[in-house]
């Protein structure tokens, strides 16, 4: 009986718990398992309790095996070598730092919340905190929620769209500039989706034979005009009823990041949250059983330029008449000249 007993002595090593280990990281990862599961590897001989508790202490001590309360029972994770290989570097206080920094995932966790968890004094967290910064193990991170808080995640991870808040948000503040150019686009697509032009001629039609005086007054007056945008929007009218061309989030979404006017990638539920806020601000209405937006009537005083809306040429009311030898033209046009010199 003894030689068996010596036997059992030298499997109940290193490899016994190289053995466990390597049947534990063959399940899916992060996979936790608790007694009964380690027992279901049928590794350890005969489910001997002494010998799987000696197995999960060595691999624990060697930060192969990490301990957690799941459920109000003891469970145990699989630790990477990788992973496991930096824990040996840290001292006691930075390990369980570590560890709780580890345990925020994506979300981050703040200071005092590591310091509430691990109950350190307030320098020995500070002095770790630091010690694993200067290491590149962790990196500070601003919330959209709390941007003054200290909040500390892995330094390979990226942070959640829930911390920084999506592309509405530059290091957990609002962009404003961002949004306002977003929610000038969107209004604008929406706006071309929604109204169409008149066919009929304006009121005020152009005469063929106008002065150079005529001429220069109907632009002057036109040009120097602040309501311009509302001016033009009198020639616009709605769709037909029953109409059901009335862009979509998908629509516009896929639209605005095809449009290559930032770099900024958009999803649905992002491109949505803007549009209702531009409903509530009496922007857009939703059509087509909430499916749809239409845009109101007029056009925002300050829409969007391109640079032949900033031209004087792209928005004067005697364009049409603007030749060589005509009453108005280029070489006289002292409003485009000023929009040269500027």
Known sequence: ????????KVYNSKELQQALYNACTSRPP????????LFELNVIPNNDLNQLLSCIQAL???????????????CWKVIKKEEAAKYKQFSMEEAV???????????????RTIRQRTNLHQTVMNRCIKTLESKG????IQTAK????????????????DVTGGPFYTDGNLDEEFVQHLARW???YVIGRSWQ?????PAKKLESRMTSKQAEGLRAEVLESEDLGRERSKTMLPMPPGFTGYPTIPEITKAFNASGVSGVIMKEAEMRQLMDILVWDGRLIKVMNDKGYRAVRHFAGDEEKNGLAEAPCGRCPVFDLCEEGGPVNARNCKYFEEWLQA
């Open 1 to 8: 009986m003894a030689a068996p007993m010596g036997e059992q």
């Open 30 to 37: 992060g996979k936790t398992f608790n007694q009964q599961e």
């Open 60 to 74: 624990t001590k060697d930060s192969l095996f990490k301990a957690f309360n799941k459920d109000g029972g003891l």
């Open 97 to 111: 730092v570590y560890s709780q920094i580890e345990s925020s995932h994506r979300e981050g966790i703040w200071t």
């Open 137 to 140: 193990f962790i990196k500070p």
């Open 146 to 161: 709390a941007p003054k808080r200290k909040t500390y995640m892995l330094s390979h991870l990226q942070p959640s769209e």
């Open 186 to 188: 969107s209004e604008r």
């Open 197 to 201: 032009h008149s066919s009929k001629e």
